[in-house]
């Protein structure tokens, strides 16, 4: 049997004791331990999001919980800033425009990220936005931008902040009440090492103020009806997965056991490590404000990336990801959120030499290896 590391930035690898608690007997959704599950859940994604704000879980992945978000909390009569820097920007605008929801779009370019200054004067241009929507890791990019100052130049104006956090709760700092964020989503099958199917929104009281105002154009993703749920003993509106909230309740207290800012720690080191061997090897990053969640490096002249992801899947049991969209064939990512830690990421930079040097991009083996081991080191002294 082949085994496979998942360095892709989700869906991320699943460790065996979050695998286990789904091959338990599933109780019914409204039974004790059922709802048990459920509020230790709930309670889990506020330290998650470092937020005192009601958190909800939605069976679906991150674009339901992209979905939910919107509807539940964007009112007609208010405009919503879509800041476009890549392709969840991209999404975010379409869920828009699949509601009716009257947005307009910022366009930053792939590969930068928005500036809260750029932010500012959007919303000194037009005093119709009640929204700004951004996506704090765009992973289509790699890019993280400085949610914490976009978040300030947003709380002068009156307007919701609405944060795509999928790529980036459990993986790179977000405080979301520190900061002032509205309401943030995350996937489970991201950060918090869950199998794909679960995602989660906070959404806190300025934007249920807002949410309670109007009847949204959803039933199945009405958050409403999710919070209902919480004050009526965690017994959830709809048939959600039972055994992923059993999965979610085991991963989330794991991150929880490590504490968060040892979790942002771990992933920033992954990622330095990464970015320290790509430059070792003449690899160039192709983001100019790498995130840490993920990694993305150009792929060198004459290398095919199909080629070079496909041998590393099939020689040494390495995913990682390739572009997308107009990314194609230009980028490979590596993701260095979730399960993932310093021997599978010191493997995949192994491999990827070997591979690149077989295909005439010449590097001396083991350069990027060595550049990488010396960041881990450091680290842990
Ligand atoms: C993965 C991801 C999403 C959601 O994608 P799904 O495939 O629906 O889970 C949204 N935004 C970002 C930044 C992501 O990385």
Known sequence: MKHVRLLTPGPTMVPQEILAEMARPTGHHR???????????????????????????????????????????????????????????????????????DHVTYDVDWGTAPSAEGIAEQLAADASIGYVIVVHCETSTATACDLEAIAKAVRSHDVLLIVDAVASAGAIPLRMDAWGVDVAVVG????????????????????????????PPAFYLDLKAYRKALAADYSPPYTPSVPLIMAARKALASIREMGIEAVWAKVATLARATRAAGEAIGLSLFSKAPSDSVTAFCVPDGIDDAVLRGRLRDEYGVLIAGGQDRLKGRIVRIGHL???????????????????????????????????????????S
């Open 188 to 215: 489970g099958q991201k950060a918090p090492m869950l199998p794909p199917g679960l995602s989660f929104v906070a959404v806190n009281d300025r934007a249920w103020a807002v949410a309670d105002s109007f009847a």
């Open 338 to 380: 979730g399960h993932v830690d310093a021997v599978d990421t010191l493997g995949a930079l192994a491999a990827l030499e070997i591979v690149l040097n077989s295909m005439g991009y010449s590097c001396t083996l083991g350069a990027g290896v060595a550049a990488a081991q010396r960041v881990l080191a450091a680290s842990a």
């Open 31 to 101: 039974s004790a331990e059922s709802r048990r599950a459920l509020r230790e859940v709930t309670e889990a994604l506020q330290y998650l999001f470092q937020t005192n704000a009601t958190c909800l879980t939605v069976t679906g992945s991150g674009s339901a919980a992209m979905e939910a978000a919107i509807v539940t909390t964007c009112a007609p009569g208010r405009k919503a800033l879509v800041i476009r820097s890549g392709k969840f920007g991209e999404r975010w605008a379409k869920v828009c425009a699949a509601f009716g929801i």
